[in-house]
Nanobody
């Protein structure tokens, strides 16, 4: 399985970004998907996750009401729409795939990781 994130960049506080993650190498619908982030000097933290068919999702408290995760199994893609961005959202964002088909929100339950995409929010 290979994962490739895109869509990061520099945005002003209050702005929006849409991250994309392309999945290849195995049946995409066999995996639940998640987004995590890691800021310099901090541990990687959960942001959002979605189950195999998109029918269930979970968000970190910091992401609720501002971020939305979605997936398109026909295109082997998962997305993270981020609105009302804040400087504290600045981090490298990682896409991950879990062989658990239910929603999972801890790093140790994910099997595959992308290389990450940088998101920088200026104040």
């Amino acid at each position: 399985v290979q994962l490739a994130e895109s869509g990061g960049g520099l945005v002003q506080a209050g702005g929006s970004l849409r991250l994309s993650c392309a999945h290849s190498g195995y049946t995409f619908s066999s995996y639940s998907m998640g987004w995590f982030r890691q800021a310099p000097g901090k541990e990687r933290e959960f942001v959002a996750a979605i189950n195999w068919n998109g029918g269930n999702s979970d968000y970190a408290t910091s992401a609720k009401g501002r971020f939305a995760i979605s997936r398109d199994n026909a295109k082997n893609m998962v997305y993270l729409q981020m609105n009302s961005l804040k400087p504290e959202d600045t981090a490298t964002y990682y896409c991950a795939a879990s062989s658990y088909t239910i929603v999972v929100n801890t790093t140790d339950l994910y099997d595959y990781w992308g290389q990450g995409t940088q998101v920088t929010v200026s104040s």
